[in-house]
């Protein structure tokens, strides 16, 4: 068997809107002033609380609580109110190309709480396609390997014969440090170039070119 890691937000999802927007939510609820998207993306991948001390690095523990707890009280109001992120035009149809190989098993390493990946999987109708789903919860930030780790454990892959599809330079250094090799991908938050120097494999400029790279990698 081979498995196919995929990361959520800026890879499956078009999620951008959504993240700047909760972060500087969390911002606000603490008192302080709206950052670019720019700077916001360049943390998507890390766990939130990781993320938000890594935005506010001269600031103490308190205030990056306070803002962890506004950006979730956004994600919960945007929720309610039935606001979801698209898929990216071609995902649905690369998960039915892997889903259709019967040596392919399909996975998800994330950032998010089991609590956001649920609700996003559930909503576009994607939860029983991924036989392995790693959170945040329990493990540490990428790019520690551990959600990988626990990956190949799960399915019984062993890592030669597994690959994680991202947008960042976390995905690829997480990729890397589990022994895993690294698909980027083009269309997410992060520089093409970075990806590159962290040590991706190749980078798909779409979801075709993704599919027909991870199709040729499934039938080495």
Not at 82 to 95: F, I, M, S, T
Not at 146 to 164: C, D, I, W
Request: charged share 20%; with cysteine.
């Amino acid at each position: 068997m081979k498995l196919v890691i995929f990361d959520i937000d800026g890879t499956l999802v078009d999620s951008q809107h959504e993240i700047t927007q909760a972060m500087n939510r969390g911002m606000s609820v603490a008192g302080l002033p709206e950052m670019e998207p720019a700077r916001i993306l360049s943390i998507v991948g890390l766990s939130l609380p990781v993320a938000v001390a890594q935005l506010l690095p001269g600031a103490g523990p308190d205030l990056h609580e306070r803002v962890v707890a506004g950006y979730r009280e956004s994600f919960i109001a945007s929720r309610a109110a039935g606001a979801l992120p698209p898929l990216y035009p071609g995902a649905l149809e690369c998960l039915d190309a892997l889903a259709s190989r019967d040596e392919v098993l399909l996975g998800i390493a994330t950032g998010k709480p089991a609590r956001g990946l649920a609700a996003i999987l559930d909503a576009h109708g994607l939860t029983r396609r991924f036989i392995t789903r790693q959170s945040a919860d329990g493990h540490p930030s990428k790019p520690h390997p551990a959600m990988l780790e626990s990956a190949l454990s799960e399915t019984g892959v062993p890592a030669a014969r597994a690959v994680m599809v991202g947008d960042s330079t976390f995905d690829m250094e997480m990729a890397r440090a589990a022994g895993v090799a690294g698909f980027g991908v083009g269309w997410g938050f992060c520089p093409v170039e970075e990806l590159h120097a962290a040590g991706a494999h190749l980078i798909a400029p779409d979801y075709p070119a993704l599919t027909r790279a991870l199709l040729e990698w499934a039938d080495e």
